[in-house]
């Protein structure tokens, strides 16, 4: 990369918020609304439990790996068939161990996101975003 758009990226990086060190519980909420770190993210957890979010874990976990599938019905990888499942919400069959069947790396922030997602959808306020609709 150029020195001009490592420059450029840098301040990116700083504006949205992605080397903000601070994890102070009363820092602001300063992203952008939709994501985790602005107006989204200040939304509090209430009504579920640790449980809940250990499959909300689960789930968003499964969900920021790609979605693997071969060209024949026989030879469908892991990765799709956990997804699939785990498109099913709380009514998914999906255990502790699934997620070590999966192939390939991830974004480790897709994750945070994914779980956001997942937790809104247990509490019933998914999307958290005002001018959304949901469709099943």
Not at 20 to 44: A, K, N, V, W
Not at 73 to 78: A, L, N, S, Y
Not at 114 to 135: D, H, R, T
Request: net charge negative.
């Amino acid at each position: 990369m150029s020195q001009e758009l490592n420059k450029l990226w840098d301040q990116i990086e700083h504006d949205l918020g992605f080397r903000d060190i601070s994890m102070q519980r009363d820092r602001p909420y300063s992203g952008q609304s939709h994501t985790l770190s602005g107006t989204r993210g200040s939304t509090e957890i209430k009504g579920i439990t640790f449980r809940d979010l250990r499959d909300c874990f689960i789930r968003a976990y499964i969900k920021s790996h790609a979605y693997y599938k071969s060209g024949s019905i026989e030879k469908i990888q892991p990765n799709a068939t956990f997804s699939d499942e785990a498109d099913k919400g709380e009514k998914a069959a999906l255990c502790e161990n699934d997620i070590y069947e999966l192939v390939g790396d991830i974004d480790p922030m897709a994750v945070a996101q994914n779980l956001g997602v997942e937790i809104e959808k247990i509490m019933g306020i998914y999307p958290n975003v005002p001018g959304l609709k949901f469709k099943e």
